[in-house]
């Protein structure tokens, strides 16, 4: 018994000596500054960031795989094999392109250190774009023959991108578009404003708003309204895309205006092929389906006609607008 006990424990000794001397060896990964923050950022550019990888352990530290996630990829690594007391320095490299508002991505160094086999480090910020319209179309909603309203945008840039507006166009006498003093030179409001024609129905726009931004020289928004009077209707044309030779399927939807009950009493196509059905909504007027439609020169001269038994609204004209593809 005495001899066994005196066999055991060199041999324990060794077994720890060991165990300490595998602990010793091993890399140990460490980066002071794994997370890079870099604020707000507009998303037309590409975020550039190097991160220093240290080795302090006792034996070489091996970076055996580089994962990313959405966004972010590597740019360079100086090294994949760190000694003792050594570094290496990945860049990370963030796509900002399109993105708005909070990002953050990351990439996961997988390593040979028994302690951090995974070690993330990560890139975040807020992306803005260089450029915006708020909002960046305008409709008015109903509003009754005569009524005025106003909506306004603001156009801001970056605050190392000031510019001017240096000129406002419109095509109809339904909008006006006046520019207000600046703010700032980068942050501009523009009020829009409707008034509404005796005629009843869907009425349009596109403001053009010139800038001297150098990216931006022409700004273009859409406004538009729904003009009450005894019914309301949409839309105010029906639009086909021309050379597409398969039918397709269009809806008109007529509702109540200062009127609170019609009926339909005729639907008139301009052909017999095209398929005609009116569909009831409660309390919400009706919606005219129509199908079999095929754009056509002839087509596109034509008006659909929608008979009522509303006095000064017995007959509404839609017109059929072939529209061209754009190249």
Known sequence: MKNRITYLVPALSAFLLGAGMAVADAPRIVVD?????????????????????????????????IRSSCGCT????????????????????FNLRGRRGTQRSVLTLETNDPESPRTQLTMSGVAVQEFQIRPNRVFFGQIHSGQQSVH??????????PFEITDIELETEHFTATPLE???????????????????????????????????????????????????????????MAG????????????????????????????????????????????IQLTNLI?????????LKIHTDVEGMSVIDIPFAIIEASR
Do not use: C, W
Request: no cysteine; hydrophobic share 30%.
């Open 152 to 161: 306004q945008i603001e156009i801001v840039s970056l605050p190392d991108k």
């Open 295 to 303: 754009p056509s020169d002839e087509l596109a001269e034509q008006s």
């Open 182 to 240: 600046p703010k700032t030179p980068y942050r501009h409001r523009v009020d829009i404003e409707v008034r509404a024609p005796q005629e009843p129905g869907m009425i349009d726009d596109m403001v053009k708003i010139h800038t001297s931004h150098p990216k931006h020289p022409v700004l273009h928004v859409p406004v538009n309204a729904q003009v009450a009077g005894a019914l309301t209707y949409a839309p105010n044309r029906i639009s086909l």
């Open 244 to 287: 597409h030779e398969t039918p397709v399927t269009r809806y008109v939807v007529v509702r109540p205006g200062s009127v609170e009950e019609f009926e339909i009493t005729e639907i008139e196509s301009p052909s017999e092929t095209i398929g005609t059905q009116i569909l009831h909504m409660p309390n919400q007027g009706y919606r």
């Open 74 to 93: 590597v740019g360079n690594i100086s090294s994949r094999n760190v000694p003792p007391g050594g570094t290496s320095e990945i860049t990370g490299r």
């Open 33 to 65: 500054e794994p997370h890079f923050k870099f604020g707000e950022q507009h998303n037309e550019q590409t975020i550039d960031h190097t991160f220093v990888i240290r080795n302090e352990g006792d034996a070489t530290l091996n970076i055996e795989n």
